[in-house]
């Protein structure tokens, strides 16, 4: 298990100097951040000044060896449009992530969960088919567009939630439901077929056949084997909430990392946007690592595998 | 009885492809379906609401008549009229000075017709969408295939990469890459084929590991067959329904994408009629002209629907343990 | 939907379709289902707040840059939020007017030297008095980097040394004679010496110090910036007390904020949107900006048309400007008829108007009766920039022109801006401000704003002379000289002066200057 877990968690920390140096090849081959900050008629003399303070003088290597440095300290460097550490920047963006994709998380899986064993009970039923083509619909309509239909029906025609912006527990339904809606379609799909599956399996009959009680069935013996999937799943799924929030931080003006992320990369603030991606991709690792060893932990076989 | 032929016998199989089909009739004889030009502004017939028409000027399409029609007053046009306009499919042709050109669908904050737009947006959103999947499908397999045939170095290699690939939100990657690339169609698909490729280059792997090693893939060894003899004869064809299964969903995916870049104004021509732009265009007239953003979001909902219907059909036939 | 019917997939083993016997589990399924239910509603509805004496809250597409009041790059909001903390010597009428701030009167003592009397009854936030050593500390800063890559103020003037004479007197030196000192001034802010000097940039960034009506109390980057009236504000406290700053950049969300009376004032909404402004919290208020929407024409094009006179002026004569104003902005503005804007414009010019034939005679005359083909960049920073380019460009494809539209970020598009790199066309608007030597500079050869990439030797001239004479007589003359060359070569498509919209509640009132800046010191709470 040590073994295993050493393991992987080497691969983790490759895969994250993989994507930063990837971020940083990009945004330097993006344009030159002095033409951003300095006026248009500024002196060669007054630029290459700012590019000395700015380090940008040294080669690209360095540069990116002096980044990484200062980045184990927790130094991310200076927004180049802002002038603020992003360090802070992010401190202050990272708290809204979480809880936008934490409340989306839980929506997601608490009420997918819920719908996806109300289907198991009435398999076939109308209420089947409802929440079935209900989370087809789910997952198909453009998140984007249907905030902003959330927006003109329960903010501006009904008034009873506010329009945008962070504040209150009222301010962060909108956003959450909208960005739960894809992920609990899928989740409910994946609970229903994985409890069918599971359900009509040989040693579920055999349990039965021992004369176990259903209770027992259910959760010693069905539940055990749906989690396994749901948990890569799960897994997958916060990771996509965590990262591709940021449409629907745009339409619901959300502070949160991702709307910053996009600002930034229209504004070229390049180190902004590697200190963004820096923290969500760890984030991504993370949340696989611990999918990884919970993974191991379930079902020892893995451990071998890998 | 064949694969495909089950295929179509299983209903949401069935119904996607029919729902696909239509897309794909509609975008290929857009021409013959567009009402107006899809392209022609007209200032003086802005946000006019559906079934409204608009005054259409013999000289000049701009409508310098200023005053022929009132800024979205003439909301006329009981729905009677509505269904002769698929017939006469001539507003293409100027219809001289004092005729009039129905909008079903309504005008965009030009002047443009929606349903026109709509229908010409179907050929971008296809035509991105699939050749998106094919780029993706053709990359990942290949990855897929090396990466589980040869093992060893090239594995951890390939894996290394995805891993990459799926840390790094894709999002901001491809708003990153357009910026720098400088938009347009050709650029989005490239984006677009690289957000997906994972998808199957893990599928494939699994796949080819699984039939690695069972007795024809060795058969065929022994008897001297050439690695990409294999590999091409024997091993990829067994691989090709769950890539099938995973292109419908990646095109479903690809389709909604590229509605979110354009949405976000970045990717295609400004100018180009897709559906993602339109949204994007609709969405400050969210409050008075509701049309122009609802109707490209029913018809990417639509299509989006129509390609999963069809994967998820692919998948119920196959086992679907395997897949996800 | 069903999803495996039919699909070749085995029904169940009992062939009942049902998968759970006894009804007791489907019992204990339903409370689990019902408890994650409730979980969820627990954790998304929570408690709700409830709201003391709401601040002000200005709506705005984006957030300050910086609130170092030497960073100072745009009007709004860094601009607003700027002039609401700091004060400058000279404070600028919003009909361009000269007015006193922190210098209570001033004098020319020759061509080249200004002289300044400041009050002496101003103190900075943190008690200390406002003398000249803070001003001549702050004018000194400015010619610093990085702060002189983004201040003009001593290259406009030609500023060459900023002398104290007292404690309440400052002398400023120029090498030419500057028609346009005070304008510089009206951005030139004063921090106190003791403070900036003594702290670092990125400290002073986040934490400023000024003398000026509101104080800073909090700046969450990208979210908000709140701001306190100032007690001590030697011009009496501001009659708003809080007031917010706050980013939203999506218009829907700004109306609709207006709507529900979360939001005071709503900046930055468009003609298509003002009747929605008008709701039982609000109303809608528009000005005449300053700023002249055109379309830029590149010289260093490859096309080389656009280097002909007369092609430049059918390009005006193509486009129906009238008709795009009473349709695309709802008749609020008027065409442009001069690159300087009233009271101080060329009173002989007129109009291009829509004349598509004239415009086609002219491309013929010019050797191009066929058309060419046409670059258009638009970026979203003055309004309907889309659909305006969109516009234009159905009207230059009536007379024959193969136009490509580019929607480009705003950053690229600033870089083509000061590169001069545009290939064809470009949407901007140009100078809201009041102000001839300033606004003819952007013809000028090789200056900074000159984007299209003119250079003609008399109009430089006679744009250096207007900045540089001090006779009120000959520099109108020569103004009106300057802006008949740029009309009659048609050096823009002239479109019509920006209107600004913005939506108040009913809780305020408040006039919108005309050049984008926004005193909020000046509004008064609505009876």
């Given at each position: 298990m040590l073994s295993f877990t050493l393991g992987k968690l080497i691969r983790a920390l490759t895969v994250l100097l993989g994507v930063s140096f990837l971020t940083f090849i990009i945004g330097h081959s993006s344009g030159d951040p002095v033409r951003l900050i300095?006026?248009?008629?500024?002196?060669?003399?007054?630029?290459?000044?700012?590019?000395?303070?700015?380090?940008?003088?040294?080669?690209?290597?360095?540069?990116?060896?002096?980044?990484?440095?200062?980045?184990?300290?927790?130094?991310?460097?200076?927004?180049?449009?802002?002038?603020?550490?992003?360090?802070?920047?992010?401190?202050?963006?990272?708290?809204?992530?979480?809880?936008?994709?934490?409340?989306?998380?839980?929506?997601?899986?608490?009420?997918?969960?819920?719908?996806?064993?109300?289907?198991?009970?009435?398999?076939?039923?109308?209420?089947?088919?409802?929440?079935?083509?209900?989370?087809?619909?789910?997952?198909?309509?453009?998140?984007?567009?249907?905030?902003?239909?959330?927006?003109?029906?329960?903010?501006?025609?009904?008034?009873?939630?506010?329009?945008?912006?962070?504040?209150?527990?009222?301010?962060?339904?909108?956003?959450?439901?909208?960005?739960?809606?894809?992920?609990?379609?899928?989740?409910?799909?994946?609970?229903?077929?994985?409890?069918?599956?599971?359900?009509?399996?040989?040693?579920?009959?055999?349990?039965?056949?021992?004369?176990?009680?259903?209770?027992?069935?259910?959760?010693?013996?069905?539940?055990?084997?749906?989690?396994?999937?749901?948990?890569?799943?799960?897994?997958?799924?916060?990771?996509?909430?965590?990262?591709?929030?940021?449409?629907?931080?745009?339409?619901?003006?959300?502070?949160?990392?991702?709307?910053?992320?996009?600002?930034?990369?229209?504004?070229?603030?390049?180190?902004?946007?590697?200190?963004?991606?820096?923290?969500?991709?760890?984030?991504?690792?993370?949340?696989?690592?611990?999918?990884?060893?919970?993974?191991?932990?379930?079902?020892?076989?893995?451990?071998?595998?890998? | 009885m064949s694969f495909w032929a089950r295929l179509i016998r299983c209903p949401p199989a069935r119904r996607g492809l029919v729902m696909l089909l239509v897309m794909a009739v509609v975008a290929l004889a857009a021409p013959l379906l567009a009402p107006a030009d899809p392209w022609k502004v007209h200032p003086a017939a802005r946000l006019l609401p559906p079934l409204s028409r608009s005054a259409v000027d013999g000289a000049d399409a701009l409508g310098r008549g200023a005053n022929a029609s009132g800024n979205g007053t003439n909301a006329s046009g009981p729905g009677a009229d509505a269904s002769g306009n698929g017939a006469n499919a001539s507003g293409n042709a100027h219809t001289g000075a004092g005729a009039t050109t129905l909008h079903l669908l309504g005008t965009d904050s030009v002047g443009r017709d929606v349903l026109s737009r709509l229908i010409y947006g179907s050929r971008v959103s296809l035509t991105v969408g699939f050749a998106a999947m094919v780029l993706s499908a053709l990359f990942g397999s290949l990855i897929g295939v090396v990466s589980g045939y040869f093992g060893g170095i090239v594995e951890s290699l390939t894996g290394w990469l995805v891993d990459v690939q799926l840390s790094f939100p894709f999002l901001l990657l491809a708003i990153f890459l357009l910026g720098a690339l400088g938009g347009g169609t050709l650029a989005v698909i490239l984006i677009l084929a690289l957000a997906t490729w994972v998808n199957y280059a893990r599928i494939v792997r699994a796949q080819v590991l699984s039939i690695k090693n069972q007795g024809y893939v060795e058969a065929a060894h022994a008897t001297g067959a050439s690695v990409g003899r294999v590999l091409f004869v024997h091993i990829l064809p067994n691989t090709l329904a769950p890539i099938c299964v995973v292109a419908s969903f990646s095109m479903a995916q690809a389709i909604l994408t590229e509605a979110g870049l354009s949405f976000l104004g970045v990717g295609l021509d400004p100018s180009t009629p897709s559906w993602g732009t339109m949204l994007n265009d609709g969405r400050d007239y969210l409050l008075t002209a509701w049309w122009i953003s609802t109707m490209p979001g029913i018809a990417i909902g639509f299509t989006v629907l129509g390609v999963m219907l069809f994967g998820e059909g692919l998948r119920e036939l196959l086992d679907p343990r395997s897949l996800r | 939907m069903d999803h495996s019917t039919g699909c070749d997939s085995e029904p169940f083993p009992d062939g009942s379709g049902r998968l759970l016997g006894p009804a007791r589990n489907r019992r204990l399924l339903l409370r689990l289902s019902a408890a994650l239910f409730l979980a969820c509603f627990a954790v998304i509805s929570g408690g709700c707040g409830s709201h003391g004496e709401r601040p002000i809250v200005v709506a705005s597409v984006s957030d300050v840059s910086s609130l170092d009041p030497h960073l100072l790059d745009v009007n709004h909001p860094t601009g607003s939020v700027i002039w609401s903390l700091f004060d400058s010597l000279v404070r600028r009428g919003p009909d361009g007017a000269d007015l006193p701030r922190l210098a209570l009167s001033w004098e020319r003592l020759d061509d080249l030297t200004w002289r300044f009397h400041l009050r002496t009854d101003v103190k900075f936030q943190d008690g200390s008095p406002l003398t000249a050593a803070d001003v001549k500390f702050s004018f000194d800063r400015m010619?610093?980097?990085?702060?002189?890559?983004?201040?003009?103020?001593?290259?406009?003037?030609?500023?060459?040394?900023?002398?104290?004479?007292?404690?309440?007197?400052?002398?400023?030196?120029?090498?030419?004679?500057?028609?346009?000192?005070?304008?510089?001034?009206?951005?030139?802010?004063?921090?106190?010496?003791?403070?900036?000097?003594?702290?670092?940039?990125?400290?002073?960034?986040?934490?400023?110090?000024?003398?000026?009506?509101?104080?800073?109390?909090?700046?969450?980057?990208?979210?908000?910036?709140?701001?306190?009236?100032?007690?001590?504000?030697?011009?009496?406290?501001?009659?708003?007390?809080?007031?917010?700053?706050?980013?939203?950049?999506?218009?829907?969300?700004?109306?609709?904020?207006?709507?529900?009376?979360?939001?005071?004032?709503?900046?930055?909404?468009?003609?298509?949107?003002?009747?929605?402004?008008?709701?039982?919290?609000?109303?809608?208020?528009?000005?005449?900006?300053?700023?002249?929407?055109?379309?830029?024409?590149?010289?260093?094009?490859?096309?080389?048309?656009?280097?002909?006179?007369?092609?430049?002026?059918?390009?005006?004569?193509?486009?129906?400007?009238?008709?795009?104003?009473?349709?695309?902005?709802?008749?609020?503005?008027?065409?442009?008829?001069?690159?300087?804007?009233?009271?101080?414009?060329?009173?002989?010019?007129?109009?291009?108007?829509?004349?598509?034939?004239?415009?086609?005679?002219?491309?013929?005359?010019?050797?191009?009766?066929?058309?060419?083909?046409?670059?258009?960049?638009?970026t979203p920073m003055w309004g309907q920039d889309k659909d305006v380019s969109e516009t234009v460009a159905g009207y230059l494809n009536a007379v024959g022109i193969r136009t490509h539209l580019h929607a480009d970020e705003w950053n690229d598009f600033r870089r083509k801006l000061t590169d001069a790199s545009f290939d064809g066309l470009f949407y901007a608007g140009w100078a809201a401000l009041i102000n001839p030597a300033v606004e003819l500079v952007i013809f000028t050869c090789h200056q900074e704003d000159n984007a299209s990439g003119y250079c003609d030797p008399k109009y430089d001239e006679l744009a250096h002379s207007v900045s540089t004479e001090f006779d009120v007589t000959k520099r109108k003359a020569e103004a009106d000289a300057a802006q008949k060359i740029v009309w009659d070569d048609a050096y823009w498509i002239f479109l019509w002066r920006a209107p600004l919209y913005a939506g108040l509640s009913n809780r305020i009132d408040y006039t919108l200057r005309p050049d984008d800046y926004l005193e909020i010191y000046l509004a008064k709470p609505r009876p």
């Open positions: 300095a006026r248009g008629d500024a002196t060669e003399e007054q630029r290459a000044q700012l590019r000395h303070s700015l380090g940008l003088d040294r080669p690209v290597l360095e540069q990116y060896r002096i980044y990484v440095g200062k980045a184990l300290h927790g130094d991310l460097g200076v927004s180049y449009r802002q002038h603020v550490d992003v360090s802070r920047l992010i401190a202050l963006r990272l708290p809204n992530s979480l809880e936008l994709a934490g409340a989306a998380f839980v929506l997601a899986m608490g009420i997918g969960c819920a719908l996806g064993v109300l289907c198991v009970i009435y398999r076939d039923s109308v209420l089947d088919n409802v929440i079935a083509g209900l989370s087809v619909l789910a997952q198909v309509v453009p998140g984007f567009w249907l905030g902003l239909v959330l927006v003109l029906l329960f903010a501006v025609h009904w008034r009873v939630l506010p329009v945008s912006g962070s504040g209150d527990l009222t301010h962060l339904i909108l956003p959450a439901v909208t960005l739960a809606l894809p992920t609990l379609g899928r989740m409910t799909r994946l609970v229903r077929g994985g409890m069918l599956e599971v359900l009509q399996s040989d040693y579920i009959r055999t349990a039965r056949a021992k004369g176990l009680s259903e209770r027992q069935v259910l959760l010693g013996h069905a539940a055990k084997n749906a989690l396994l999937p749901l948990v890569t799943q799960a897994g997958l799924e916060l990771g996509d909430l965590v990262g591709s929030a940021f449409i629907i931080e745009t339409v619901f003006a959300w502070p949160g990392l991702g709307r910053m992320a996009v600002n930034a990369v229209q504004q070229r603030d390049f180190l902004v946007v590697q200190g963004c991606v820096l923290v969500i991709a760890a984030g991504f690792v993370l949340i696989n690592l611990a999918v990884d060893l919970l993974y191991a932990v379930i079902d020892p076989r893995v451990r071998g595998r890998s | - | 010619n610093q980097a990085p702060f002189s890559a983004l201040q003009q103020l001593w290259q406009q003037t030609t500023l060459q040394e900023v002398r104290i004479v007292d404690d309440h007197t400052i002398e400023l030196r120029t090498s030419k004679p500057s028609v346009t000192m005070l304008y510089w001034l009206e951005e030139a802010f004063v921090a106190p010496k003791a403070y900036y000097s003594t702290h670092d940039a990125a400290y002073v960034n986040t934490h400023p110090l000024g003398s000026g009506p509101y104080k800073l109390v909090e700046w969450i980057q990208g979210d908000h910036v709140t701001l306190t009236a100032n007690p001590g504000y030697f011009g009496g406290a501001p009659a708003l007390k809080d007031v917010v700053f706050k980013v939203v950049p999506d218009l829907s969300a700004r109306l609709n904020g207006l709507a529900t009376g979360d939001i005071d004032l709503a900046l930055e909404l468009t003609p298509d949107t003002m009747s929605q402004a008008n709701t039982a919290n609000s109303r809608g208020v528009e000005t005449l900006g300053l700023r002249k929407l055109h379309f830029g024409i590149s010289q260093h094009s490859s096309v080389a048309a656009l280097r002909d006179p007369r092609v430049r002026r059918a390009l005006n004569y193509a486009i129906d400007v009238p008709t795009m104003i009473k349709s695309l902005m709802h008749g609020s503005t008027v065409p442009l008829a001069s690159v300087v804007n009233p009271p101080n414009a060329n009173p002989d010019l007129t109009p291009y108007g829509y004349h598509p034939d004239r415009a086609k005679q002219l491309l013929a005359e010019a050797g191009f009766p066929n058309g060419f083909d046409l670059d258009i960049d638009f």
